[in-house]
Nanobody, 124 residues
Framework: QVQLVESGGGLVQAGGSLRLSCAASGRTFSNYKMGWFRQAPGKEREFVAA????????YYADSVKGRFTISRDNAKSTVYLQMNSLKPEDTAVYYCAAAYSFRLPTTTGAYDYWGQGTQVTVSS
């Protein structure tokens, strides 16, 4: 089992920045690919970003490329999502997830463990 706890969400004006954190416990953190997803009201959960176990490979959704950065600190068992130039359409509950996979998964079904989510609200 892997337990994931997100933090860092909040209310920010358009153009602002937030950094989300996701602390993991329970298994060897570096064995897992980590991902961030988000879900806006009335919409399906969508992929945002993913990172390999070593942190050497990353992948982003087109909608956040160039604005968001995913990173990880394996010594702290924590993954981060730095969000810059935020837009109102980034408003959602953000979830981190862990996958025991050979690839960088981008679909919800490929992830084995999920956090409880943290709310991000971007005002215009």
């Amino acid at each position: 089992q892997v337990q994931l706890v997100e933090s860092g969400g909040g209310l920010v004006q358009a153009g602002g920045s937030l950094r989300l954190s996701c602390a993991a416990s329970g298994r060897t953190f570096s064995n897992y690919k980590m991902g961030w997803f988000r879900q806006a009201p009335g919409k399906e959960r969508e992929f945002v970003a993913a990172i390999s176990g070593s942190g050497g490979s990353t992948y982003y959704a087109d909608s956040v490329k160039g604005r968001f950065t995913i990173s990880r600190d394996n010594a702290k068992s924590t993954v981060y999502l730095q969000m810059n130039s935020l837009k109102p359409e980034d408003t959602a509950v953000y979830y981190c997830a862990a996958a025991y996979s050979f690839r960088l998964p981008t679909t919800t079904g490929a992830y084995d463990y999920w956090g409880q989510g943290t709310q991000v609200t971007v005002s215009s």
